[in-house]
């Protein structure tokens, strides 16, 4: 109560529409300065727990909506409808960050026009020991193997219970690690049924390289059972997404793309971590998943092909290494109608969002087009050139 007596009139003075811009930049230069002292200081699993015990916090606050101003950017232009909903930006908080929706009700105040919560799984489960999640600030990029550490299906049903964000929350559903491949539908029919009120739109996870065989659930029977069994389960007809690796051939990803048409998927989002390791400076040598700019390449030429493939019929969500607005245009170019953040948010700090939105505006501008909607899949739409 004192200290929000305090802090709100504050955050409105910094937020005054006349010097915020100003005050934005200036904040993300400090950012920029402080954040190899900060990476330094503190090891990556607990910075991220206090992060998100903060944005909890921060959340609860009376004067949490003052913070609207200085991370959020309206343009009517970038909001969009898709599966029935209303999205005001394309930005959203990508799975993994908020596993259990502790920072929940924040991520509106940061700017995002989407978030998605876990991934959780059936049964809770501690994941892999420490240390699990490691920077590579020369390559702009982490490793991480945290192997689903979350509290589990039941708890989240808690957490999330009477708690509704304003802008559209989806679940990323796994495998629990002591359920057996063989019986991964049960675990994601659990979870599902359980979450089926709470989340706008849920994402079968089969992509995390660090559940051993997960992964194998892409192939083509494992999947087709998992969809098959949610899908039945669904009698809102709410979307349900897949998420893919980028480890996949175009082949397998062509296979994964039919059983959507064939399931009647929602959409797809591509993509999670990469196993591989080209092109890195690092000489870092830890197991887990690759993220951030080194995947940036892969996952677009994923994005690329899956909206060729499908002539843009299957909605995409673009996620992998995405830092600025030029990285979200290209993503959107490509054929992803929304995109997803995590690596880059770390790097940049919590004014990624807003830049990244100014920088969609600018670029609807000098492309003459009235909405974000019309730049999905642009690349690959001959049209006349615009700019002039
Ligand atoms: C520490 C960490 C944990 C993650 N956990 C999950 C997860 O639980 N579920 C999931 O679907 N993706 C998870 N991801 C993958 C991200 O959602 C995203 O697909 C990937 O990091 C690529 O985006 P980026 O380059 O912006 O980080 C995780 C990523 C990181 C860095």
Redesign the pocket.
Known sequence: MCIGWFVRPTLERLTNRYTFIRRARRLMNVYRLVRPALFGATDPDSA?GQTLSALAWIAGQPWAGALDRLFGYTDPRLESKLWGMTWPNPVGV????D?NAEAVMAWEHLGFGFAEV??VTRHAQPGNPLPR?FRLAEDEA?I?R?G?NNNGADALVQRLTGCKPRIPLGI?L?KSKITPLESASDDYLYSFERLYGLGDYF?V?V??PNTPGLRELQAADRLGEIFARLQAANPQNKPLLV?IAPDLSLEAIDAVVDLCTEHQLAGVIA???TIGRGGLKSKLQEAG?L??KP?QAR?TEVIAHIYQRTGGQLPIIG????FTGEDAWEKITSGASLI?????WIYEGPWMVRQILRTLSAKLDTFKLASLNEAVGLRFRSEPDRTN
């Open positions: 991220h990508a799975a993994g960050f596993k876990g991934t999640l982490a991480n945290m689903f990323n796994g994402v996870n992509s995390s998420k993509t999670n971590t998943g993220s951030g995947l996952s996620v992998g290494g995405i997803q953040v995590y690596t880059g």
